[in-house]
C-alpha cells in the first residue's frame, strides 16, 4: 500500500471557511516565524530544516501494526513540540504539510490553511499547553517525563481530529445533521487508537533523547527566555 | 522509502511543459485548484470542462495516464468518506437504486469526489513536471518568505540523507539479531527515531557552522535563486488554462 492522504481534500469544506482558517494559519506562522528566531536567530533557517526534514522522514517509516498490509507512521507534532518547542515545532509541521500538499497531492492546496490550523497549531498549541501543565505537577524522573509524551501526544492526536469536526460543523460539503455527532465520535474513536500508539512512542523517543542529550530536549530546559544553546561562533562573526 | 525518494514524482522528460518556469507552474495550478474549488456543484458539465483540461496537460507534459491514475490512489481515504455522505446527509431523501439517500449527500459526495480528485491530479502534474528545486526557487519568485523557502530547502536537501541513515539503523539493527514485529518493534523503532533526531539536530548545528564560515549573513546569496526569471510570454501560455478554468467556473456561476 502506498502513502495515503490523511489531510483535507479539496471540496470537502466550502471555500469562505477555508478562507477564513487561511488567514488563522497566516497569522499564527508569522507568530512562529517571529518567536522562532528569538530562540534560534540566524540558526533558524538550517535547524528548522532539519528538524522539518526529521520529521517528514519519520512520517515515512512506516512500520507494520498487524501484518505488512496495514501499517501505520508517526505523525509527529507533539514530538517536534517536547523536543524543540512550540514555536518552531509547530513552523515546521507548517512547511511539511505545505510540501506534502504542493509535491504529493496529499491534502488540497484550497484546504492549506486547515491541515496547517488542525496539525501544526490545534496539535502542537494542545501539547504543549499539556507539556507544561504535566511537568510542573508530575515528578522530575524518566517515568514523569514518559507520563507526560504520552498524554500529550494522545490528546494531541484527537485534538487535531477534533478541528476538523470543527471546521466541518462550519462549512462542511453535507449537512450531516444530527449525524455531526456520530462522525465525530467514529473520528475521535479512530484517533484516540492512533493517538495510543503516538504516545507509546513519542514517550519512548522523548526518553532516549533525553538520557543521552538532555540540553536537546526544549522541555526539560530551564523556563523563561530560553537561552539559546551556546554555539561556539567563529570568529565572532554574527 | 529508498534513494531518490525526494524525486520519485519526477518524470525527467522534455516538454513544453517541464521547461516551464517554475513559479509560472505553481501560480497556475493554485489558480486552477481556487477556479474548481469555487465552481458550484450542481454543474456537472464544468468538472467535465475541468477534467478535460486536466488531460490535455497531461498529453502536452508526456505524463503517462495510467502513472497519474495509480498516484492518485492516495486519495482513497477521502472517497470512503465521499460514499459514506449519502447515508449521513440530512434534509430530502430520493431513492436510489432500492435505497434511501439524501440529496444533499449525493451531491455533497460527488463534491468531494470530482474537486478532491482534479486537485490531486494538478498537484501530480506539477510534481510530475517539476523538480523539488525548482520547485522551491518558484516559491522563491512568488515573494513567498525568504525563512519559509529555506527551511523547505532545507528540508528537502537533507530528506534523502536522514531517510538513508534510517535504513542503514534498520539493517544494523537486524544483523544484531532484532526482530522486529508488531509491537515488539515499537521500543526499536522508537529508539531509532530518538537517534535519527540526534543525528538531524547535530548535523544542522554542523552545517549552520560551515554556512557562517562561508560567510552566511542570514541571507541566502542571489545565485541561490537559479536563472532568470519567466517572461511574460511565458506567463501568457502558463495562464491559458487557468483563464479557461476561469471562465467554466465564472459560467457556472452565472448558470446555476
Redo the contacts between chains.
Keep these: 500500500m502506498e502513502h495515503l492522504a490523511m489531510h483535507i481534500s479539496n471540496g470537502i469544506i466550502d471555500g469562505p471557511v477555508a478562507a477564513i482558517f487561511a488567514v488563522i494559519a497566516l497569522a499564527a506562522m508569522a507568530l512562529c516565524v517571529q518567536r522562532g528566531r528569538q530562540h534560534l536567530d540566524d540558526r533558524l533557517a538550517p535547524m528548522a530544516g532539519l528538524v522539518a526534514a526529521f520529521i517528514f522522514a519519520v512520517q515515512m517509516i512506516n512500520f507494520p501494526i498487524f501484518t505488512a498490509g496495514i501499517s501505520g507512521h508517526l505523525l509527529g507534532g507533539a514530538l517536534a513540540a517536547l523536543l524543540v518547542g512550540p514555536w518552531v515545532g509547530a513552523l515546521c509541521v507548517a512547511v511539511v504539510l505545505t510540501v506534502q500538499a504542493l509535491v504529493f497531492g496529499d491534502g488540497g492546496v484550497a484546504m492549506l490553511g486547515l491541515n496547517i490550523t488542525n496539525l501544526a497549531i490545534i496539535g502542537t498549541a494542545a501539547a504543549y499547553l499539556l507539556i507544561v501543565a504535566l511537568l510542573r505537577v508530575l515528578p522530575r524522573t524518566p517515568a514523569g517525563l514518559a507520563v507526560t509524551a504520552f498524554v500529550s501526544a494522545l490528546v494531541s492526536v484527537v485534538a487535531a481530529a477534533m478541528g476538523f469536526v470543527l471546521q466541518y460543523q462550519l462549512g462542511g460539503a453535507v449537512d450531516l445533521g444530527d449525524n455531526i455527532a456520530g462522525l465525530a465520535g467514529t473520528i475521535a474513536g479512530t484517533h484516540l487508537l492512533i493517538g495510543i500508539g503516538e504516545g507509546l512512542i513519542t514517550a519512548m523517543t522523548v526518553l532516549t533523547v533525553a538520557k543521552t542529550r538532555p540540553d536537546l530536549v526544549y522541555a526539560l530546559r530551564a523556563r523563561g527566555p530560553v537561552a539559546s544553546t551556546p554555539i561556539p561562533a567563529v570568529g565572532g562573526a554574527r | ?1 529508498g534513494a531518490g ?1 525526494t524525486q520519485l ?1 519526477y518524470h525527467c522528460s522534455d516538454s513544453p511543459v517541464h521547461r516551464l518556469p517554475p513559479e509560472v507552474k ?1 501560480a497556475a ?2 489558480a486552477f ?2 477556479a ?3 465552481t458550484p ?1 450542481e454543474a456537472l458539465w464544468a468538472f467535465g470542462g475541468y477534467a478535460v483540461l486536466v488531460a490535455v496537460v497531461t498529453a502536452v507534459a508526456r505524463v503517462r495516464p495510467g502513472w497519474l491514475l495509480r ?8 472517497v470512503l ?1 465521499a460514499f459514506a ?1 449519502p447515508f ?4 430530502e431523501r430520493t431513492e436510489l437504486l432500492g435505497l434511501s439517500v ?1 440529496v ?2 449525493l ?3 460527488w ?6 480528485t ?7 502534474l ?2 510530475a513536471t517539476t523538480t ?1 528545486r525548482d ?1 522551491i526557487i518558484g516559491l522563491d519568485r512568488l515573494r513567498c ?1 525568504q ?2 523557502t ?10 534523502e ?3 538513508g541513515e ?1 535504513r542503514r539503523m534498520r539493517v544494523a539493527r537486524l544483523s544484531r539479531g532484532d526482530d ?3 509491537v515488539w ?3 526499536g ?3 531509532g ?6 543525528r ?2 547535530e ?3 554542523r ?3 560551515a ?3 562561508r560567510g ?3 541571507r541566502m546569496p542571489q545565485v541561490w535563486q537559479g536563472a532568470e526569471a519567466a517572461t511574460s510570454g511565458q506567463w501568457l501560455v502558463a495562464s491559458t488554462v487557468p483563464a479557461v478554468a476561469a471562465g467554466v467556473a465564472a459560467t457556472a456561476l452565472v448558470l446555476t
Design positions: 522509502m525518494h514524482l505553481i495550478m493554485v485548484t481556487l474548481v474549488v469555487a456543484r498516484r492518485s490512489l492516495i486519495e482513497l481515504p477521502f468518506f455522505l449521513l446527509g440530512a434534509g439524501s444533499d449527500g451531491y455533497g459526495a463534491n468531494v469526489l470530482a474537486k478532491g482534479l486537485g490531486v491530479l494538478a498537484s501530480l506539477l510534481a523539488t520547485l518568505p525563512l519559509l529555506q527551511i523547505a530547502a532545507f528540508m528537502l536537501r537533507y530528506l540523507v536522514l531517510v534510517v522486529p514485529r508488531f518493534q515499537l521500543r523503532f522508537a529508539i527515531v530518538g537517534a535519527l533526531f540526534l538531524a539536530y548535523r544542522g548545528e552545517v549552520y557552522l554556512m557562517l564560515s552566511y549573513t542570514g
